[in-house]
Every structure is written in C-alpha cells, then in structure tokens.
C-alpha cells in the first residue's frame, strides 16, 4: 500500500506540473493576442471547486476530479460547449473574431510548451545525474536471446557489434530499434567468437509484438532473488531475498532466462526447484505455479556493477538532451501502430498504467525521466486531429487558412461533441483495462 501511495504521489505532481505548463502554452499567446481568458484550472471544477479567486478578469482554480485541466478562452468553441456565449455578436476580446494565424499559435501553445519542456527536462537530468549505459565489452556472457529470435540467426549469449554499421554503445538499447526503429543489419559476435551480419525482416517488430515478445534481447543475470511477492507461490515455498536457483525439475537454471524459460517450459503446475538458501545450503521443494506459470519472484541485478557511467557538461546535455527527447517522440510515434491491433488494445493504459512508470521509491532522476516522458506523450496525443483535442481545432484552422472560409460553427459543435464523447469513452476503456489488469494478474 505504500509503494502504491508513493507512485500516485508522484503521478498527481507530475501531471500537475505538466497540466499548468500545457495550459500556459494557451494563457500566454491568448493574452499576447489580447483574448480573454475567463479561467485558468488545474484538474476539472465539476459543480464546485477546492479553490479559486478571480485576478483581472480570469478566475483561477483548482478542481477536485485529476483528470488533467484546462483554460476558457472568450469565443471558442471547447468542452465548456457554452452556447449563449456563441449565441451573441462576436467581441473583439473573443477568440473567434482573432486572425487564423493567431488562433493557430494559441491552439499549438501547448503541444509547444510539452515538447518544449520534455527536451529541458532531458537536458537537465542529463547533466545532473548523467546517464549510464552498457558496452559490449562488460558483456561477459552476452545477452539473453529470446528463443523466437534463433530463426534470423541470433544466438543466445550474442553480443550487438553494431545496427546498420552504427556501433551499439549500449547494449540494450537493441530492443528499442528491434520494436520501433528501421533496421536493416544488424552485426553480432557469437559466443563462439564468430561475427555474423544478420539480415532484418523490414517487419521484424509487428512479428515479435504480435508474438508476445516485447523485450526480445534481455540482460544474462545470475538467479538471485531480489524480492518476493506476498501470497504468491514463492512467498508460500519459503523463498527469501538472496536465494539462489539452481534447477527446476532437474534441469541446471545458471542464468535468471534459463530459470523463466525452465519454469515457461514446464509440462506440470507443479515443479521440482533446486535453490541456494542464504545460509549456503542446497534446498529442493515442491511449488505450485500460479495460474501464469509464475512464482512471484523478481531478480537482482547482478550486472549493476558493469554499467558505466557518463557525465555530461552543459554543451554536451544540450545536444544529448535534444537528441533524447527527438528519438523519444519518435520511438513513441513508432510503436503507436501497435494500438490498432487486437493484441495492442488490450495494453492501452489509462492512469495506473501511467503512474505505473514510476518508481516504488521517490527517485527524483526517475521522477523527472518520467515527467518527461509522459511530456512528450501529452504532447503527441494532444496534436492527434481528433475534435475535443488542440490537434481538432489545428485541422479546423488549418481548413480556414486554406479555403478562406470558417466553418460552420454548428459542425464545430457538434465535432466537438463527438471529439468529446470519444475521449470519454477512450478513457474509460484505457481505465477498464488498468481495472481489468490489476484483478485478474494480482
């Protein structure tokens, strides 16, 4: 329970920061422009509010429903749906009666601000904590290969050489152009010490996603455990942290992939496993698999010590920073295709698949990564063209610069309308999954 109040702590300052900032991408152009802005909120004021006091002539608050926040601009037409104000003669304040080009700056305000503030958060942690990463040569015993990749050519205990003849200075970061990025070759090294240049299926992603397999190379640690789950087989075997495995129903498990794939593979519910007790003695016991041929145990990372460590100057953060925050917009692009599949729907996420990115302990390098992160995802879903969104009203203004003509404000109600009852619905769908999620794999 506290592991959940901490990741909803900081999932509640994270959007708050990012909520403000999105809608002061709206505020500040709409005064440039002298528009009125009759409100400012943090989170939605449904019937009433937990504080608000009106400045000038914007009334600023905070709701009680955290579903995000928003600004009332004068003259537009948005999820207030205020049709009396539409109703009457249109007032050099309003919205309506700006220039397109101003209503376009105003509307794009906040995707701006979003990706804006992705990049200077990369930028700073990056030249705070620096960064860490795993080269090829502290890869003793290569990389864990999921068994799916074996038909391309790959190796269990490969070590990446290099994508597209670009050297891999990380190594896990393979999984990231094997899921979402065009790759053509890429070079390993078996463990044999052989190289080999494999050949990529332009589809390689949709096959392994489609599969199952989302993290396709995976990092060789040794079987130690890290942590038990309560009321799961393992905590009922009398597994504790530090206890080594050694073999599942006979079968030598020397790696933490072995042991999965053994316990996977296994032809009963009920397997035979060899451990390591902390006290250096050689246990076999009897467990009962949960209902995901799982245990309930997590592993150490017993390859923390072979990272290495870069520290950035500021010239330097701002180049990577950039870089970071370009590759993870686009990363996110890329793996957006996979929502449209039968297999995609059921991972959408609503607020606990978010708040699930963060740390179970408060980390402020993890905090601001995140924050991040979920930055760059605002800002792209907030772009997408669906009415009810910033992206909506960017189709419709970009209609009116092209044409000459406005729309008709009755298509931008009623778009508006549907816009909204289909953010309804996503969201509760996102939501039912997280529900859905936590029930039946708890």
């Known amino acids: 329970m506290e592991t959940f109040w901490i990741k909803a702590a900081q999932l509640i300052l994270s959007l708050s920061i990012l909520v403000v900032l999105h809608e002061l991408g709206h505020f500040i152009p709409a005064k ?16 009433f509010s937990l504080f608000k ?24 037409i948005d999820e207030s749906m205020d049709k009396e104000q539409m109703a009457k003669p249109p007032q050099p304040w309003e919205f309506r009666s700006k220039p397109a080009w101003q209503r ?74 094997l899921m979402l990025r065009s790759v053509e070759t890429i070079t390993v090294e078996h463990q044999d010490g052989s190289i080999e240049t494999i050949d990529i299926p332009e589809d390689i992603g ?71 007790n902390t006290n250096e003695e050689e246990v076999d016991t009897q467990i009962i698999l949960n209902e995901d041929k ?8 017993s390859l923390a010590g072979q990272f290495e460590h870069k520290n950035y100057s ?41 708040g699930s990115l963060f740390p179970s302990a408060w980390d402020w390098q993890s905090f601001w990564m995140t924050t991040a992160f979920i930055s760059i995802i605002l800002a792209f879903m907030n772009i997408l063209p669906i009415p009810a969104l910033d992206g909506g009203h960017v189709v419709f203004l970009l209609y009116e610069m092209l044409s000459g003509r406005k729309p008709n404000e009755k298509v931008l109600e009623y778009a508006q309308m549907i816009g909204f009852f289909l953010l309804i619905a996503l969201v509760l769908f996102a939501n039912g999954n997280d529900i859905y999620r936590f029930i039946f794999d708890n």
């Not at 002298?34 to 989170?43: G, I, M, S």
């Not at 000038?56 to 905070?62: A, F, L, P, S």
């Not at 799982?294 to 990372?301: F, L, P, T």
């Not at 970071?324 to 959408?348: E, M, S």
């Open 104 to 177: 376009l700056i105003i509307m794009l305000g906040g995707v701006t601000v979003n990706i804006i503030i992705g990049i200077v958060i990369y930028i700073m942690v990056l030249f705070v904590w620096g960064t860490d990463y795993l080269p090829k040569e502290n890869l003793n015993n290569g990389l864990a290969v999921n068994e799916v990749l074996y038909e391309y050519g790959f190796q269990d205990g490969d070590i990446i050489l290099s994508i597209d003849d670009e050297p891999l200075n990380n190594q896990p970061e393979v999984n990231k152009y």
């Open 314 to 354: 500021l010239s330097e953060s701002f180049a990577s920073g950039f870089s970071y925050g370009y590759w993870t917009l686009r990363d996110y692009i890329a793996q957006f295709k996979y929502v449209f599949t039968k297999k995609g729907a059921t991972q959408v996420g609503g607020f606990g698949a978010i």
């Open 294 to 301: 799982k245990i309930g145990i997590a592993v150490q990372n």
């Open 32 to 47: 440039l422009f002298k528009t009125k802005v009759e409100k400012f909120y943090l989170f939605f004021d449904v019937k």
């Open 206 to 276: 949709s096959q392994l996603f489609q599969k199952g397999v989302m993290v396709p190379f995976g990092l060789k640690l040794e079987p130690v455990i890290d942590s038990v789950l309560p009321n799961e087989p393992g905590k009922i075997a009398g597994l504790k942290k530090g206890d080594k495995m050694l073999a599942v129903d006979g079968q030598p498990t020397p790696y933490w992939d072995d042991f999965t794939k053994a316990v996977a593979d296994a032809k009963s519910d009920t397997i035979q496993l060899t451990y390591m």
């Open 53 to 76: 006091k009106k400045i000038g002539e914007t009334v600023y608050g905070i709701g009680w429903l955290p579903l995000g926040g928003y600004v009332k601009i004068a003259g537009m």
